[in-house]
């Protein structure tokens, strides 16, 4: 089911929702928490009336929608009655605004923790192996120079510049002979001109990966075919993916180190 944030129309979205609802008599109780009669609620859905203010945050209530996804309802809510051309223009850019705007991964994944600056991510993206080290700091097996060099089968005099440039900007700290994670934090806008770079660094090492054949690898590559509304319910789900992916990272034990890959593109 396609998020409230992919809809143009509150009453399509709302037609979905009941349609997918498992609930028996949906409808019904949708009629009985708006205070209505049901044969209302069904020409809400037909498109010959529309639900009052009133109505529409109730019905966001019982759709159980989190605050942004009710504001979001609520706009395509007000877009729907609105009564001059101007009026739906005034909406409709509030809504195109927040659609593009959830397009954005880095809206989906959200942190406190200071950035480090414009040079010395110039520095970082230049080569995966800034990363590696950055993250496999975490795991206690590799918080060791040995354990770094023999597992990414770099030579101990190439990843100590590695290291001290990583230890100069706070991405990690040094204590006695442990490698740490830092207090700072790294993230890569969409449009930064480092973008390329760091896909590219990493899909590199993802080829490499094809070499040891191992059943923990997960690799797919797989032109598709669908229709552009699908197209937008895809690109939804992968966005929550990520999002799901962070909630589970956050709270999990530093173990292991992976690099997660998803592509979705036109050709």
């Not at 942190?111 to 995966?128: C, F, N, Q």
Request: with cysteine.
């Amino acid at each position: 089911m396609a998020s409230v944030f992919d809809h143009k129309d509150y009453r399509v979205y709302l037609n979905a929702e009941l349609k997918s609802s498992k609930i028996r008599g949906v409808r019904t109780r949708l009629a009985d928490m708006l205070g209505c009669q049901l044969a209302f609620v069904s020409r809400v859905l037909s498109g010959d009336a529309d639900l009052s203010q009133e109505h529409a945050i109730t019905a966001a209530e019982f759709l159980n929608l989190t605050d942004d996804e009710s504001d979001f309802f609520l706009l395509l809510h007000l877009l729907s009655r609105a009564g001059s051309h101007k009026l739906k223009s005034h909406y409709q850019n509030k809504i195109n605004a927040i659609q593009s705007k959830r397009r954005l991964i880095s809206e989906r994944i959200q942190t406190s923790a200071p950035e480090i600056g414009a040079e010395d991510r110039a520095i970082y993206y230049s080569t995966w192996q800034y990363s590696a080290i950055h993250v496999m700091a975490l795991v206690p097996y590799f918080q060791t120079r040995q354990t770094l060099s023999e597992h990414l089968k770099i030579p101990l005099i190439k990843l100590n510049t590695y290291i001290e440039f990583l230890q100069r900007v706070g991405l990690i700290k040094i204590s006695g002979n442990s490698i740490l994670p830092g207090e700072k934090r790294i993230h890569l806008p969409w449009d930064s001109p480092f973008t390329q770079s760091h896909h590219v660094n990493w899909r590199m090492r993802a080829i490499d990966s094809l070499d040891r054949q191992s059943t923990e690898d997960v690799h797919y590559s797989g032109p598709l075919c669908f229709s552009k509304e699908d197209g937008k319910i895809i690109r939804e789900k992968i966005l929550e993916l990520l999002s799901d992916v962070e909630a589970i990272v956050k709270p999990s034990k530093e173990e292991t180190v992976s690099c997660l890959l998803i592509d979705l593109f036109g050709v």
